[in-house]
């Protein structure tokens, strides 16, 4: 039998204060994990959103979701005192407030849709955000283009320029990624 057990208070604390038994903290505490809590994991917060956000989709028949700039900044930004199961249930409100009644046409999650307490007023779209939507419908091929171009972009600065360790990250034959990135207009120089 193996079990997993979590708190959000220290054990050790509590067993020197009499509040928990010793004998039952040296049971359980076989190989103790720490997880940060969710504000202090910045980089996970956007990512858990996007998983949140099609898992909602899926369970309630919603066309796609997407999420704007300014709602990633604000969800940044928030504090998330209820962990990951507030950030759920903020992105499963939020889906359900940006469709109001469209269940299969796509919708965008905007800041207002969040209903997030004590956030400090931002900007539209925030410096450190990605850049946003165009207004006017792109063809597909061009979106898909743009896309891969910017994400080869970014894991060869994330390589320092190397290319068979971005091939790698991306999952791609380095030969493949060479062609890809020379039908985008990516040179060898331009990641």
Request: proline share 8%; glycine share 8%; net charge positive.
């Amino acid at each position: 039998v193996r079990i997993l057990a979590a708190t959000n208070r220290n054990l050790a604390d509590e067993v020197a204060q009499g509040h928990f038994r010793a004998d039952l903290y040296h049971r359980v505490s076989v190989f103790p994990i720490e997880v940060p809590p969710l504000r202090d994991r910045g980089e996970d917060i956007l990512t858990l959103a996007g998983f949140f956000l099609d898992g909602a989709r899926t369970r309630l028949g919603l066309g796609p979701v997407r999420m704007t700039p300014s709602a990633g900044a604000a969800l940044r930004r928030y504090d998330w005192p209820g962990n990951v199961r507030e950030l759920e249930h903020t992105m499963t409100r939020a889906a359900l407030r940006a469709a109001e009644g469209r269940r299969r046409e796509p919708v965008m999650v905007d800041r207002r849709h969040l209903d997030l307490p004590d956030l400090p007023d931002l900007p539209a779209t925030p410096a450190d955000g990605p850049a946003p939507a165009p207004t006017a419908p792109a063809p597909l091929r061009a979106a898909v283009d743009a896309f891969q171009r910017d994400l080869i972009a970014r894991h060869l600065q994330a390589a320092g320029g190397n290319w068979s360790q971005a091939a790698r990250t991306l999952e791609l034959d380095r030969g493949n990624l060479h062609r890809l990135a020379r039908r985008l207009g990516l040179t060898s120089t331009s990641g």
